[in-house]
């Protein structure tokens, strides 16, 4: 009976039957030694040592069955996956579909400026390494904001070395901007800096317009274009990274993105040929204004308030008076 149950605990594959097979030992060695002077009389030898060999063989053919031993004792036994972890990837990597548009956000206090204006300063601010704000300071007066030379001076003369939008942008917001495009262009970031990608928005110039832009303004849309993720790799992303960033940009396509008080989807994107490489471009479209959720939410609040003050006044139900108004 005292032999089934010791084949019964090695099936078990933990640590203790290693414990109770030396102990089983130690007891044979002594019984052993004692020979006739046990008080249970003498020991047959060869009898306790078939048993203890036949034991032997019966744990070798447990093992071979149940497996090696996945005990918390013994973490190296433990069966290793290769399939890719969100936690094994760096911060920068997995962030990539929380990015928006790979710049600074806007700050609130600027919601009310044109959105052409804050495109220029967005731009002008990434290619000066600047904070957009410092900018968008500097336009707070009206005037600043609709005569483009008020603009340009107002922001000073070291803006005026690169490419500036001309006089015909600001009369293009008159008319939704009919003829004029929105674009930028995703790179990757350098080793130095932050992140995985940057944006590099280019400046607004007269361009062909599609049948959208015709029908709902030029500046409701944006067009984007992210370098090839097997032509233009980087020295210092590895290929087996690379492979992660593009899934995490795949999923960065199917997000709703905020940018410059505005919010974004992606409604097309496909693969272009620029020169000698092939490129991904991406077509965006405009969504809803933070500016307007901002003030539908005052405006709720307030109507919230009015009615559960005639709810008090009147004992009628905020339901029955939202089904009034």
Known sequence: MKLHDEIHKATLGSAELKDELEALGRTSSQAMSRGSNSTYGSVDEDVLLKEARQLEQEIKFIGLVTGPSTSAHNPAAEPRTTTHSPSKLSYQVREIPKKNLFVEPLPVQFLEIPFFLLFICCRLSSAARKP???????????????????????????????PV????????????????????????????APGVFQLELSPIEAEKSCQLQRMFGSDRFLYLTFPSFSENRPKHIVHAEMSSIKEQWKMWLMQEHSFLGRKWRVCKSCRCHQGETWNDQVFLKFTSSLLREKRLSVRTRALMCALYYLQYRAMVSVEYLLVKC
């Open 132 to 162: 957009i704000g410092d900018l968008l300071a500097q336009l707070q007066d009206e005037a600043v904001q609709t005569s483009a030379i008020k603009f340009w001076t107002a922001l000073g003369a070291q803006f005026h070395s690169g």
């Open 165 to 192: 939008e001309s006089n015909a942008v600001w009369k293009a917001a008159r008319q939704s901007f009919e003829g004029f495009t929105f674009k930028g262009r995703v790179s990757f970031s350098p080793i130095s």
